[in-house]
């Protein structure tokens, strides 16, 4: 268990590796664009589409880091007066729901994937890129997501992570 806890630990890593990537080139690219629109007075065709589905891609692959890290917005309002057991059961019951969520919309981003893959669509533009290849980071990272799931909700029943971990506030020093 604890190496499929590191292993999924590693891949989440790795997702938080590449949305950085993409992210950081949606922004070499917007320069790119603003550089050859105004400086030279060329037009653009692709990049518009490239940062587009960069941010995109980026987000979805992402997400599993941004679980990792609990980087999500959390409303602590109820477990701040629960006892141990009590904030296990409901991270237990949100996390077991999100898992279902993430599933769900991992089975209908795979159908989606495949009917852009099997027909060949492309997006219709200059660029005409297929969006197989642009499509594919909703599937994977929600896979990614589902794996990340499983690893904190056996975290949580082996009390390897506390359920809603207090939080560390620092005192700003004048």
């Known amino acids: 268990m604890d190496f499929y806890i590191k292993s999924v630990h590693r891949i989440s890593l790795l997702c938080g590796t590449v949305a950085t990537i993409l992210l950081c080139l949606a922004i070499l690219v917007i ?3 603003v550089i050859e629109r105004y400086v ?18 980026g987000t979805f692959i992402g997400c599993p880091y941004v679980l990792l890290k609990k980087g999500h917005v959390n409303v602590e ?14 991270a237990l019951m949100s996390s077991f729901l999100s898992l279902l969520f ?9 159908h989606w994937w495949y009917d852009a893959y099997a027909n ?4 219709g533009t200059i660029w005409n890129a297929y ?20 690893a904190d909700i056996l975290s949580l029943i082996t009390k390897r ?14």
Do not use: R
Request: some cysteine.
């Open 31 to 33: 320069m790119d664009m």
């Open 102 to 110: 993430c599933s769900t919309i991992f089975y209908l981003s795979v």
């Open 131 to 150: 969006l197989w290849k642009l499509h594919f980071s909703l599937p994977l990272g929600m896979f990614i997501m589902i794996l990340q799931y499983i």
């Open 40 to 57: 030279f007075n060329l037009s653009t065709s692709w990049q518009t589409e490239f940062v587009i589905y960069s941010l995109a891609g």
């Open 161 to 174: 992570e506390m359920p809603f971990p207090e939080a560390v506030l620092e005192e700003n020093i004048s």
């Open 77 to 90: 309002l109820l477990p701040h007066y629960l006892g141990y057991n009590g904030k296990l059961v409901l």
């Open 120 to 123: 060949n669509h492309t997006t």
